[in-house]
Nanobody, 124 residues
Framework: QVQLVESGGGLVQAGGSLRLSCAAS????????TAWFRQAPGKEREFVVG???????YYVDSVKGRFTISQDNAKTTVYLQMNNLKPEDTAPYYC??????????????????WGQGTQVTVSS
């Protein structure tokens, strides 16, 4: 069983930066695909960025060039560096991990473990 704990959310002005962290307890991410999702009010939870256990990454177009996903060397924590934040990035952000696939699925149903979420609010 893997427990995921996110941290690092907060309130920031447009153009600012935040770094989110997702810590795994009980296991490492060494054989997991890990991703960040977000869910704006009134919308479906959407995929933002993911990293496979082999190190491949995938970003949705809206965050390319602004967000960067990374892992620590021990692969116990996944980070999301968010730069040049925009008001439309406002949402709770959720960390997710999948043990079933080796690629980076965009569908939330293919992820086995979820964190509780951390709120990101970007003011204009």
């Amino acid at each position: 069983q893997v427990q995921l704990v996110e941290s690092g959310g907060g309130l920031v002005q447009a153009g600012g930066s935040l770094r989110l962290s997702c810590a795994a307890s009980g296991r490492t991410f060494s054989r997991y695909t890990t991703a960040w999702f977000r869910q704006a009010p009134g919308k479906e939870r959407e995929f933002v960025v993911g990293v496979s256990w082999s190190g491949g990454t995938y970003y949705v177009d809206s965050v390319k060039g602004r967000f960067t996903i990374s892992q620590d060397n021990a692969k116990t924590t996944v980070y999301l560096q968010m730069n040049n934040l925009k008001p439309e990035d406002t949402a709770p952000y959720y960390c997710a991990a999948s043990v079933r696939v080796s690629n980076i699925p965009l569908r939330r149903g293919l992820y086995d473990y979820w964190g509780q979420g951390t709120q990101v609010t970007v003011s204009s």
